[in-house]
């Protein structure tokens, strides 16, 4: 007689860059293995995996975890643990007052992640005829841009040029796609440091997770209200 199988029950969540409705389960022991040996091995780049793996899993399939943003991840994996191991978590956190860790206890179903309703997809002052279109990288994008001998500078260009969609030209529309890289570096290393600060910060404002949690400090007695971001924070 062949032993039972436990039913998990199904749930769902919305992806915050599309509102695309997302059914899951929650993650399993095998699954939760697989989390904890990228744990272990402290690489950030390892945790990634592990969760887009476990995302496959625990989705069926049905989603395509590398066109997700890092945000989507981020925010994805934080409900599905809530799902699967319970909606609080302690962590070690240090104060914003006097910097001594403490253990503090994070409620995982207030996670919130904030994407503007009506932001600006275009970059309109690059010049009276060029604009510019931007998205947020995908994952895949993302993890193809890194290497551990390239410098921060070259990595933020390179976010930068991942995130440009197309390029208008009074009516000509330029999609990034058609070109090659250096095509498109050669368009970005011909922009103005003004013009380019406006694409930057289109990249270094993109969305982030984060959850509130009280902090008691019993070293200087802080008692207050902080936030938690980070995707290694919402792993363990």
Do not use: W
């Amino acid at each position: 007689m062949a032993l039972p199988k436990v039913e998990t029950l199904k749930h769902k969540l919305k992806l915050p860059s599309t509102g695309e409705q997302v059914e899951y389960r929650p993650y399993l022991v095998k699954e939760e293995k697989i989390l904890m040996l990228a744990l272990e091995s402290e690489d950030n780049s390892d945790m990634i995996d592990a969760v887009k793996q476990v995302i496959e899993s625990c989705t069926d399939g049905k989603l395509n975890k590398d066109n997700m943003t890092m945000f989507d991840l981020e925010y994805f994996f934080t409900s599905l643990r809530s799902k699967s191991v319970g909606e609080t978590s302690e962590i070690n956190a240090s104060c914003p007052e006097c910097g001594e860790f403490s253990n503090v206890v994070v409620d995982l179903s207030n996670v919130e992640v904030n994407v503007p309703q009506d932001k600006d997809y275009y970059i309109r002052s690059i010049d009276n005829n060029i604009k510019v279109r931007m998205s947020y990288p995908s994952i895949g994008k993302t993890l193809g841009l890194m290497d551990e001998n390239k410098s921060d500078v070259d990595l933020a260009y390179d976010l930068v040029a991942a995130s440009i969609v197309e390029i208008y030209n009074g009516d000509e529309i330029h999609d990034v796609n058609d070109h090659s890289k250096e095509e498109l570096m050669d368009f970005i290393n011909s922009l103005s440091s003004t013009q380019f600060e406006d694409i930057k910060k289109f990249v270094e404002d993109s969305p982030t997770v984060s959850v509130l949690y009280d902090h008691n400090c019993h070293s200087c007695g802080y008692n207050g209200q902080n936030s938690l971001s980070g995707f290694a924070n919402f792993f363990g």
